[in-house]
């Protein structure tokens, strides 16, 4: 089973192409003659020669090598892995989407802004906001764009707010999101069941307050029962409140963060909106205001006119442009065909069955593995390996035991306020008889715990790699091939 | 209700609330406080069956006119190249498109390898000694570059060259504003950055000097010279390249770069109205600790097994939180593969020969169209793929008449650069034909 499979440059020989391009068909004129000589590449850049059978056997091992929702069950708590339809696939693959150059000329791309126009409506309705830009291209990028935006509103109220409140149960892209918004950040400590303690909230908001960020439905898979009160606080404080959508898949057509008192929201069309993830991206971030934060908006606007859309500019208060272009269109496009597909019963109906999947979870595997909360989860629950430690064995392994079961272990010793943390988010794709096969493989891991705990410790046994040594990885980086030297 | 991508039946919904212990799926709410609840349907359009939704997608896209039913000769910053026909196919592979982050590597370990080899394929391109496994795109790329020279230099001021695109300048005035870094701005004369004036404005102040190569023009920089001014105040050197034009210059690395980023999009990456895109990352050993964003990283497993792993992951959000070197997480990894996928098609040969014919193209292109009397050369910097030529009329009025006869012309620079109101930036690539070029000579010629 373990294999190493051979890199691109181990198969490369001289002479070997997998494309074959034309001939150059304008007279042509030395390459010196052209450009100064000392500019000109002295040697070859060494990229691999490989055959195009070659190349398409290469990839298609790695492929092989890689699991992905398509592969199997993929509960991977806070990342809402659930089904990315085909149709989507296709739709942005269009050759009027695919084909058009982010510098046309306005008659070439109203298709293009009809939809992005369109998507920033939707968007605006399902997360209760005034207006949308869709040019974050992550939900990290959603993150920069909406404290930009606090920042730029602040500014112009003649304040230098600088302090941005994040409950220590939150990802970790809020506080590093703040350092790159050149803010601090102030980290209050959680109740125990990841909701905010009302009484560390009141005794750090004040007149530097910037924002409170929130992820609500909480990293822990519980709705914050308090929000009003909570919105309460940091607007009487002057400061603005930002959702963080890494969790909205539980609250579509539900509950709105407008509605609940948040000013700024990101979504992650890559999660809620069933776009790919690629392995680590594209994704795409769009960020929903509040009309009082609408003159910051990141630059060009899409303005509709009639029945024509155009891009404008000319906004003096903009934090200015966050992105190279439009965003990543191709995402956008994915998703808007999803939403479109789904219309608003479904959208509803995909929050609903994502929490009955994840309380269908929990309510099975409560008893061998333990909850720290007797309540009812929302779209992901957290479980940990509390009883299993007795027996040594870790939620590390039991991800790892997971593996040889076929299945993408849960997020694992995340949220960082629970101990041994497994946070399962069974996506509303995902159908009972492949629940119910996964809670299985969970209920035998607990078993080889108690009975045979070096099955599960020395797990995964049936990958092609076993577990791998990260510490010589990065104490001693290899993060490139060279050429071998003889 | 049943959609194609809900499998719940009604019995499936009730015997699972059974199992739950719940009366109604209402009940699983019961956090959310009812005066939040949103007591009325989404207003949103009623959901399209599959063929509905091919149907209006197929409007929406024909309300469009792409490259591929017009010529393009429009680049500054998106590129109409060839992509082979052996990409697509590669990163349309559902385990590769479907997957998360490789956070568990034992089962990654095809797409880890796939960046690892990436990652090699940028540095050897790039000459640099490492790269990481993606960024955003070119504008965002630069960004991050800038804010990881501040750390590095330990200075808060960044000199860019104006030559730079627009638009990645206009993303580092964003970025910089609220991180804290200044910046300042250099001149380009004749299409180059102004050395001379660079020399006059750097200081022992300067944590790092951005310049675009070949730059927002099409011309290329003296990196050379650049390198040697830069270095001599102890500052960073930061380039943003066009990694087809590595095809055939000197790569960055050669003359003492200190950080190479740019645009991934011409490797592979359709034009997709902006994104997504690729912002490739380069640098040094000596820094890699300091550098933004995800990176893999060789090792073995405890039987010795080559394998890869995400590694340096103490620079990053999820472990670092607030002292993080970047907030990055979701990246653009699938670009990644499309253009490791590009470079392994095309190869040693290939790229050459596409870099090559880019250049060879565009100058044909450049002596025909500033033969046209009315037409006249902007530079005399040499140039990669693009240039810039004085239009008779005015730009937009000259893209009217093209676009009439199923062209898209050069960009309108006037929109960016007051004193070039007038001109006009060509891009010629690879993949338009003489008979197109000589289209567009023609074309020009009857204004």
């Known amino acids: 089973m373990r294999q190493s499979k051979s890199l691109i440059f181990e198969m490369s020989r001289p002479g070997r192409r997998a494309v074959d391009l034309p001939e150059c068909d304008v007279p042509t004129e030395k390459l010196e003659s052209l450009i100064p000589q000392k500019m000109i590449r002295k040697s070859e850049a060494a990229l691999p020669e490989v055959s195009q059978q070659d190349l398409i056997r290469h990839y298609t091992a790695l492929s092989r090598r890689t699991f992905g929702v398509d592969s199997g069950f993929y509960p991977l708590g806070s990342c809402t892995m659930k089904y990315n339809p085909k149709i989507n696939e296709s739709a942005c693959r269009l050759a009027g989407f695919a084909n058009l150059h982010p510098l046309q000329d306005p ?23 005034d207006a949308v830009t869709l040019q974050p291209v992550a939900g990290a990028h959603g993150e920069l764009t909406g404290l930009k935006l606090i920042r730029a509103y602040h500014r112009a109220r003649g304040e230098n707010r600088t302090q941005v409140i994040v409950p220590d149960s939150a990802h970790g892209t809020n506080p590093a999101t703040a350092t790159v918004c050149g803010l601090e950040t102030v980290e209050i400590k959680s109740n125990a069941d990841g909701s905010i303690d009302l009484a560390a909230l009141r005794s750090v908001v004040g007149p530097n307050t910037a924002a409170l960020m929130l992820t609500n439905p909480s990293t822990l898979g519980l709705f914050e029962t308090q929000i009003c009160e909570i919105a309460q606080i940091v607007h009487d404080a002057g400061g603005l409140l930002y959702y963080d959508g890494a969790n909205a898949n539980a609250i579509m057509g539900i509950a709105r963060p407008g509605d609940t008192g948040f000013d700024v929201v990101h979504f992650n069309l890559h999660k809620t909106f069933s776009t790919p993830h690629g392995g680590g991206g594209p994704g795409s971030g769009p960020v929903g205001v509040k009309k009082s934060l609408v003159p910051f908006l990141p630059v060009p606007l899409i303005v509709k006119e009639g029945n024509r859309y155009r891009l404008d500019e000319d906004l003096p208060q903009s934090i200015g442009r966050v992105h190279s272009f439009f965003g990543n269109f191709g995402v956008i496009v994915r998703a808007y065909a999803y939403i479109r597909t789904m219309g608003p019963d479904g959208l509803r109906q995909v929050s609903e069955d994502a929490v009955l999947n994840a309380n269908y979870c929990l309510a099975q595997l409560k008893k061998d593995f333990y909850s720290p909360f007797s309540r009812y989860c929302m779209h992901e629950c957290v479980l940990t390996s509390k009883y299993q430690k007795a027996n040594g064995v870790s939620t590390l392994d039991v991800a790892k035991r997971l593996l040889d079961y076929g299945y993408h272990p849960p997020t694992i010793y995340f949220p960082l306020i629970v101990e041994e943390a497994l946070m399962i988010e069974p996506a509303e794709t995902e159908s009972r008889e492949t629940m119910d096969a996964f809670i299985d493989a969970m209920k035998r891991i607990a078993a080889e715990s108690a009975t045979d705990p070096q099955k599960v410790t020395g797990a995964p046994f049936s990958t092609v790699v076993g577990r791998l040594d990260q510490v010589a990885a990065a104490r001693k980086p290899v993060l490139r091939w060279k050429e071998p030297t003889a | 209700m049943i959609r194609s991508y809900l499998p719940h039946t009604p019995e499936d919904r009730r015997d699972m609330l059974a199992v739950i212990g719940a009366k109604s799926v209402e009940e699983l709410f019961c956090d959310i406080p009812a005066a939040v609840r949103l007591k009325r349907s989404l207003n949103l359009p009623a959901a399209l069956s599959e063929p509905e939704l091919v149907r209006h997608l197929e409007k929406m896209a024909g309300q469009n006119s792409p490259v591929s039913e017009m010529i393009c000769f429009r680049g500054a910053g998106a590129y109409d190249h060839y992509i082979p026909s052996v990409v697509d196919p590669i990163i349309s592979r559902s385990e590769f498109y479907t997957a998360y982050t490789q956070y568990q590597p034992e089962i990654a370990q095809g797409y880890l390898q796939a960046l690892w080899e990436y990652q090699s394929l940028i540095a050897i391109l790039t000459g640099m000694e490492m790269a990481t496994s993606s960024l955003y795109d070119g504008g965002t790329a630069l960004a991050e570059a800038a804010m990881m020279a501040c750390n590095v230099a330990e200075r808060k001021e960044v000199v860019v060259s104006l030559a730079i695109h627009p638009h990645y300048r206009e993303v580092l005035a964003t970025y910089g504003r609220d991180w804290g870094f200044q910046i300042v701005e250099v001149a380009a004369t004749n299409g180059l950055t102004e050395i001379e004036q660079l020399k006059k404005i750097i200081s022992p102040a300067t944590a790092a000097v951005l310049i675009q190569t070949p730059n927002f023009f099409g011309s290329i920089e003296d990196l050379q010279e650049l390198a040697d001014v830069v270095h001599n105040v102890g500052a960073l050197l930061v380039t943003s390249v066009n990694p087809i034009s590595l095809g055939i210059l000197e790569p960055p690395g050669a003359f003492g770069v200190d950080i190479v980023v740019g645009e991934g999009q011409p490797l592979g990456i359709p034009l997709s109205f902006g ?54 997480c979701s990246n653009e990894a699938l670009c990644s593969l499309a253009a490791a996928v590009y470079l392994c098609a095309l190869g040693k040969k290939g790229l050459q020969d596409t870099a090559s014919q880019c250049t060879q193209k565009a100058h044909y292109a450049f002596r025909k169209i500033t033969a046209i009397k009315k037409f006249s050369p902007v530079f005399t910097s040499p140039f990669f793929h693009e240039f810039v030529v004085r239009c008779p009329i005015p730009v937009s009025e000259v893209n009217v008449r093209l676009a009439e006869k199923g062209m898209i012309g050069g960009l309108d620079l006037g929109r960016y650069y007051s004193e070039l109101v007038g001109c006009m930036l060509i891009c010629v690539t690879e993949k338009r034909t003489r008979e197109e070029i000589d289209t567009l000579i023609a074309g020009l010629e009857a204004m």
């Open chain 2, 275 to 328: 994104g997504p895109y690729l912002g490739f990352f380069a640098t040094s050993e000596k820094l890699m600790r300091k550098t933004p964003g995800r990176i893999v990283g060789q090792t073995s497993d405890y039987e010795g097994t080559r394998g890869y792993v995400l590694t340096l992951q103490a620079r990053e959000q999820h472990i670092r939180r607030e002292k993080a070197t970047s907030n990055i």
């Open chain 1, 107 to 129: 008659d070439d791309i109203q298709g293009a802004l009809a939809v992005l126009h369109d998507m920033e409506i939707y968007l605006a309705e399902i997360a209760g906001m």
